[in-house]
């Protein structure tokens, strides 16, 4: 156990190379479970990754970690199953079951944990794994699931695009027999990603102008080297401390097309933002304008990832900002812990209204899941005094090095360890 301590009110500024995106590796090191031996390089180094290595290693697969990369090997047929405390630990250990499935021709698996943001259900996960030839049973908090004769092509018609589901699917249609037409598919850069590196291990997948998805089914996947792409929700916070800290960050190694939403935001509420082939700079001015209303969308909308640290950002801002979060139905946990640093704002169902002020003041804080913990760093960042950051393990999930990152930023804050 660790927490931070805050000294806030400092400018960050400098430039920062941004790490590889959490949620394109996991789908990658998921795939790596069906495909040949892979180097996939620019993984970050979070608890999440490292789960999803062990999990492979339960599935029989090898997998090390080289600096950056991740190599993984196939070896010979592992478990069927994935422990419990594996699958407690984030929620997209489910995006193994499509792998699972396909390769063993069955899983066992709990139902998956992962940050609190409300009703989770796998339902279209489940849905179009079973039109694929899956029998799935689900007993006490269980899912069983069995493809004796393995699985084959469907057409599948997602009825929200699930991000999680399109990966599942994806997965185990690579190696379905015959073809798999995919509808309402999720489009983030993640997925795309995830596309890719199975293409370079031999997958056939052909994504129309439609937006509909094409899998032909192949029986044997050869593996490759991958680089994964740069996280734009780890960019978007950066950018964002810099932003309501009147800050100039530029932010390295990114792909500026990924954020574009983002930085829309953040040209509204002041701040000049200039982009180039892999680079976003950030110059922000000394106090942020209100940002209007910001609705969080399915790619290319505003991601919800980025909601919670948008909204640290329009705490001090000069003028209102109202949010509208469309994907999860409960990701409003931050609120009252930037609330304890003076931050006006006022939730209705899935609406936030934030009146900025002038000041935020330092406090105890809780990281109550990755995302808001991101939020609460940002808010003591930029307020008066000294604050406790704690609940560290959720920030550890998805941000590398966040203390030393925003320390050669500029900001006092230090890691302290527990016992
Ligand atoms: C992915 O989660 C991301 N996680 C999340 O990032 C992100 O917030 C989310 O996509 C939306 O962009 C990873 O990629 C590892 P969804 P996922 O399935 O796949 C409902 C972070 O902070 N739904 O697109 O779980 C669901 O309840 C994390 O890095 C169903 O109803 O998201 C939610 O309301 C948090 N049935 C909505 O769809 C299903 O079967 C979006 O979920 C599946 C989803």
Same mark, same amino acid.
């Given at each position: 156990m660790s927490h931070y301590i805050i000294r806030g009110g400092n400018r960050l500024e400098g430039a920062l190379k941004i790490h590889g995106a959490k949620n394109a590796a996991l789908p990658i090191l998921a795939a790596a479970a069906i495909c040949g031996d892979s180097v996939i390089r620019n993984? *970050?180094?979070?608890t999440d990754i490292s789960v999803a290595m062990e999990i492979l290693r339960h599935l029989g697969c090898g997998a090390l970690r080289q600096g950056d990369a991740i190599v993984t090997t196939q070896g010979e047929a592992g478990d069927c199953r994935i422990p419990d405390q594996l699958m407690g630990a984030?929620?997209? =250990?489910?995006?193994f079951l499509g792998g699972m499935v396909a390769r063993h021709g069955c899983a066992e698996l709990a139902l998956p944990g992962g940050c609190e943001l409300g009703a989770r259900p796998i339902d279209l996960h489940l849905a179009a794994l079973e039109r694929m030839g899956a029998r799935i049973t689900e007993t006490g908090g269980r899912l069983l699931c069995s493809a004796p004769e393995g699985l084959h092509g469907a057409r599948i018609d997602l009825s929200f695009p699930s991000v999680g589901a399109t990966e599942n699917t994806l997965i185990a249609a690579v190696t379905a027999q015959g073809e798999t037409v995919l509808t309402g598919a999720a489009r983030e850069p993640e997925i795309l990603d995830l596309i890719d590196f199975l293409r370079a291990c031999g997958a056939r997948i052909a994504i129309g102008l439609d937006g509909v998805i094409r899998v032909e089914g192949v029986k044997r996947l050869q593996g490759t080297e991958h680089r994964v792409i740069p996280d734009r929700i780890a960019a978007g916070t950066y950018l964002c401390a810099a932003a309501m800290t009147g800050g100039d960050l530029l932010a390295?190694?990114?792909? *500026?097309g990924h954020l574009a939403s983002s930085l829309s935001v953040l040209a509204q509420a002041g701040c000049r933002v200039v982009t180039g082939p892999d680079w976003v700079r950030l110059t922000a001015p000394r106090r942020l304008a209100g940002f209007g209303t910001v609705k969080t969308m &399915?790619? *290319?909308? +505003? &991601?919800t990832d980025m909601q919670s640290v948008m909204m640290a950002a329009a705490t001090v801002a000069d003028g209102p900002t109202v949010f509208v979060e469309?994907? +999860?139905? =409960?990701?409003?946990?931050?609120v009252p812990e930037l609330r304890k640093l003076g931050a006006k704002i006022i939730t209705e169902g899935r609406a936030a209204v934030v009146t900025g002020v002038e000041e935020l003041t330092g406090a105890n804080l809780l990281c109550t899941d990755l995302r808001g913990g991101a939020a609460v760093v940002l808010g003591a960042l930029a307020a008066r005094g000294e604050s406790t950051v704690t609940g560290l393990d959720h920030i550890d999930r998805g941000y590398d090095d966040l203390e030393g990152n925003l320390s050669r930023l500029g900001a006092d804050m230090k890691r302290v360890r527990n016992g």
């Open positions: 993984c *970050p180094n979070l984030m929620r997209s =250990s489910i995006v390295k190694e990114v792909v *500026p &399915p790619y *290319p909308g +505003f &991601p469309n994907i +999860f139905e =409960s990701r409003y946990r931050h």
